[in-house]
């Protein structure tokens, strides 16, 4: 059984914050981006990232872990590019 732990979050206290509590994050934030959310899987501008629930998942660890990169996408907004780590991480997720 899958627990779930959720929590409201104002941005001041999570954008930007891109290493889990161990220091070791391999997400990168580029050109304005930042990374944000408890999880470390929100990714915009820092004054876009608003209060949100903090949802604690086991697929927030592909973000961190598979050097997931937040920058500016081509329809102007941050988002993330999957790197073929964090689309084989998200594949093994959803088979779970």
Do not use: H
């Amino acid at each position: 059984m899958v627990g779930l732990f959720v929590l409201l979050v104002g941005a001041a206290g999570c954008a930007g914050d891109d290493d889990d509590d161990n220091g070791t994050s391999l997400a990168q934030a580029k050109s304005g981006c930042v990374i944000g959310g408890c999880g470390g899987t929100v990714c915009g501008k820092a004054s876009n990232i608003p209060p949100a629930t903090c949802q604690v998942r086991a697929v927030d660890e592909c973000y961190r872990d598979a050097g997931a990169i937040c920058e500016p996408q081509a329809y102007g907004l941050c988002g993330w590019r999957e790197t073929p780590a964090l689309s084989d991480c998200l594949a093994r997720m959803r088979d779970l």
